[in-house]
C-alpha cells in the first residue's frame, strides 16, 4: 500500500492568514493525489484533484501543487468557513488511501 | 449532478453483520465506481472498497475476507456487508462515487456503533 504521511497534524491560523499544508506519498505517485476538506459532522468535499486542478464551486484561494510524493495544499486569505480537517487521497494504485489529515484550527 | 443517499443499521453486537445500502440519483450510473469508506470517531479515512455497474469490485486486503460490495442497477443502489464485526469497526460509514480516481460526491455518513 501507499502511505500519506501529512504535516502538520495542526496548525492554528487567523482569518486573512496563509496556510500551507504538506502531504508525502510513500512512492512516487506522479500527480495522482487529491485534497479533501471535512468540517465536523459532515462529510469530505473534494477540492482538489489531479494536485492542481481546482474542483467546480472551490473557491480560488485554494490551490494545489507537487507530482512525484511532495505535494502542498495552499489557502490564501483564510476565511471562517476554512477551518476544517483537510486530508490528501492518493488515486495511483489499489486501494486508495488518505493521509492522516490535518486540523486548520482558529488562533 | 449525483447525490447520494445511505442508510443502514447503526447499532450492532459483535460477530453480526453490518449492512448499508447507498442510492444513487442522477447522473449516469454506468459512468462511475461506487465506493465505501470509513471513518472511527476522531481518526482519519479508509478505504474500504468499491464497486462498479457491471459488479466488478476491488476491496482493502485490510477487510478484504468480511466485505461484499454489490449493486443493483435496476434500482441504482449498491450495498456493503462486513461480516464479524467488532468494536474496532465502529465508524461513520460513506458512500461515494468515483469518476476517473476521485472520491466526488460523498454520501451524508452512517454511525454505526459496536458495543464492546
Known amino acids: 500500500d501507499i502511505q500519506m504521511t501529512q504535516s502538520?497534524?495542526?496548525?492554528?491560523?487567523?482569518?486573512?492568514?496563509?496556510?500551507?499544508?504538506?502531504?508525502?506519498?510513500?512512492?512516487?505517485i506522479s500527480s495522482w493525489l487529491a485534497w479533501y476538506?471535512?468540517?465536523?459532522?459532515?462529510?469530505?468535499?473534494?477540492?482538489?484533484?489531479?494536485?492542481?486542478?481546482?474542483?467546480?464551486?472551490?473557491?480560488?484561494?485554494?490551490?494545489?501543487?507537487?507530482?512525484?510524493?511532495?505535494?502542498t495544499l495552499t489557502i490564501n486569505s483564510l476565511q471562517p468557513e476554512d477551518f476544517a480537517t483537510y486530508y490528501c487521497q492518493q488515486a495511483k494504485s489499489f486501494p486508495l488511501t488518505f493521509g492522516g489529515g490535518t486540523k486548520v484550527e482558529i488562533k | 449532478q449525483v447525490q447520494l443517499q445511505q442508510w443502514g443499521?447503526?447499532?450492532?453486537?459483535?460477530?453480526?453483520?453490518?449492512?448499508?445500502?447507498?442510492?444513487v440519483y442522477g447522473g449516469s450510473f454506468s459512468d462511475y465506481h461506487w465506493s465505501w469508506i470509513r471513518q472511527p470517531p476522531g481518526k482519519g479515512l479508509e478505504w474500504i472498497g468499491e464497486?462498479?455497474?457491471?459488479?466488478?469490485?476491488?476491496?482493502?486486503?485490510?477487510?478484504?475476507?468480511r466485505v461484499t460490495i454489490s449493486v443493483d442497477t435496476s434500482k441504482k443502489q449498491f450495498s456493503l456487508k462486513l461480516s464479524s464485526v467488532t468494536a474496532a469497526d465502529t465508524a461513520v460509514y460513506y458512500c461515494a462515487s468515483r469518476l476517473e480516481n476521485w472520491l466526488d460526491p460523498w454520501g451524508q455518513g452512517t454511525l454505526v456503533t459496536v458495543p464492546s
Open chain 2, 51 to 65: 464497486i462498479n455497474h457491471s459488479g466488478r469490485t476491488k476491496s482493502n486486503p485490510s477487510l478484504n475476507s
Open chain 1, 8 to 28: 502538520p497534524s495542526s496548525v492554528s491560523a487567523s482569518v486573512g492568514d496563509r496556510v500551507t499544508i504538506t502531504c508525502r506519498a510513500s512512492q512516487a
Open chain 2, 9 to 23: 443499521a447503526g447499532l450492532l453486537k459483535p460477530s453480526e453483520t453490518l449492512s448499508l445500502t447507498c442510492a
Open chain 1, 37 to 71: 476538506q471535512q468540517t465536523p459532522g459532515k462529510a469530505p468535499k473534494l477540492l482538489i484533484y489531479a494536485a492542481s486542478s481546482l474542483q467546480s464551486g472551490v473557491p480560488s484561494r485554494f490551490s494545489g501543487s507537487g507530482s512525484g510524493t511532495d505535494f
